[in-house]
């Protein structure tokens, strides 16, 4: 399974502040998700987009760990996930995206991905 995030739509889905930090709150999620992965709460591969101000917290490319991936959306941080899900379910992949974002899960449905939403996450790092 790939587990693909949508890192807008996890750390805007409780206000904790994190509007005052964009970069912060997307380092703090990478952070979550590294400890989650090596802890055995979620098992990689892992992708997790980030898109505007986001991308400054964290550098684009292989992650902190193995298994772990992150893409910078130069703009529009949906469409990059629904082409990442779409190619990967497209070679077979299991891929679950998560996302609370309603157009976002239909796309990621349709390309064949399965959807939870970020208190799925949320509970796991």
Same mark, same amino acid.
């Given at each position: 399974?790939?587990?693909?995030?949508? !890192? /807008?739509? $996890?750390?805007?889905?409780?206000?904790?502040?994190?509007? #005052? @930090?964009?970069?912060? +709150?997307?380092?703090?999620?990478?952070?979550?998700?590294?400890?989650?992965?090596?802890?055995?709460?979620? @098992?990689?591969? $892992?992708? &997790?987009?980030? %898109?505007? !101000?986001?991308?400054?917290? &964290?550098?684009?490319?292989?992650?902190?760990?193995?298994?772990? +991936?992150?893409?910078? !959306? %130069?703009?529009?941080? @949906?469409?990059?996930?629904? +082409?990442?899900?779409?190619?990967?379910? /497209?070679?077979?992949? %299991?891929? $679950?995206? &998560?996302? +609370?974002?309603?157009?976002? #899960?239909?796309?990621?449905?349709?390309?064949?991905?399965?959807? &939870?939403?970020?208190?799925?996450?949320?509970? #796991?790092?």
């Amino acid at each position: 399974m790939h587990l693909v995030v949508d !890192a /807008a739509n $996890v750390v805007g889905s409780r206000p904790d502040g994190w509007w #005052r @930090d964009r970069p912060g +709150a997307a380092a703090r999620l990478v952070n979550g998700l590294v400890a989650a992965l090596r802890a055995g709460a979620l @098992d990689g591969p $892992v992708t &997790v987009v980030l %898109e505007g !101000a986001a991308r400054a917290g &964290v550098t684009a490319g292989a992650g902190p760990l193995p298994g772990l +991936a992150v893409r910078h !959306a %130069e703009r529009d941080g @949906d469409s990059v996930i629904a +082409a990442l899900a779409a190619d990967l379910a /497209a070679g077979g992949t %299991e891929v $679950v995206v &998560v996302t +609370a974002d309603h157009g976002l #899960r239909d796309r990621v449905r349709a390309a064949g991905a399965r959807v &939870v939403g970020p208190t799925w996450l949320r509970d #796991r790092i």
